[in-house]
């Protein structure tokens, strides 16, 4: 583990030095996340005439891990793997799905207005609600603070399993935890009866920034895993999820 992590970080490094030494040498800056994050440094550390201010590059690298690795690619992998096992539960569903992929791409590159229109979109709400790829949220609470009925003091560590929210029959109904996408063949507003019953991305100014880059990712997937291949459960699955940051199959 120690050396897969030394590998990673010399890796990021890598990318880093190369983009910081460009940006000392006035090369344009790229329009990416990496390029926001060192841009947004500089400027901090110049107005501030010292390098106490603005993240140190050991924070930029923590930052690339947990927002590429972890949020980028592991939130949205297990996405599309839960997706995959609801569709090899439910081959009626796998068979409409392909069925609109088929219709609106052929068998071309899947395009970004098509993707807006799919069947899928509901599938995958459907399956980040079940399996919500980021179970829990965590605040601490800074200052004293009411919170409906509660008064919670500073130091307090406030645990919301989303997940179960998810599952709350008194919301969802008595059949909350069946696979039903047709829930969401409207707005999720709907879905929830106007209730904040639902938020797999988070909400308000922590939501995740990764949301429509997510959501257009693992339907541009899907569309393609469903334009060529049927897929079913193998018969030695055994069900049981565990959350290990993410929700694991
Ligand atoms: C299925 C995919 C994803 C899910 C379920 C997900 C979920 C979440 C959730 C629940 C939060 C809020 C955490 C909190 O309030 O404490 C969050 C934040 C964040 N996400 Fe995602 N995410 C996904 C994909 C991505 C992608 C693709 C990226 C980057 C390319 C990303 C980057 C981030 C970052 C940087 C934050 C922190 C934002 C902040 O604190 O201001 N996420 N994500």
New binding site residues.
Partial sequence: MNEIEREVKATIKGIIDKRVKGMKAGEPNTDD?LGILLESNFKEIEQHGNKNFGTTIEEVIEEST???WI??QE??SV?IVWTMILLGRHPDWQVRAREEVLQVFGDGMPEFDGLNRLKVTMILHKS?RLY???SA??RTITTKTKLGELTLPAGVILYLPTILVYHVKEIWGEDAIEFKPERFSKCISTATKGQMAVF???AGS??????N??MI??KMAMAMILQHFAFELSPLYTHAPQSVITMQP
Wanted: charged residues 10%.
């Fill in positions: 996340l947990t927002s590429v949020a980028g939130a949205t996405w980040l919500s790829s980021a949220l965590r797999p991305f988070g922590r939501i995740c920034i990764g949301l880059f997510a990712e693992a």
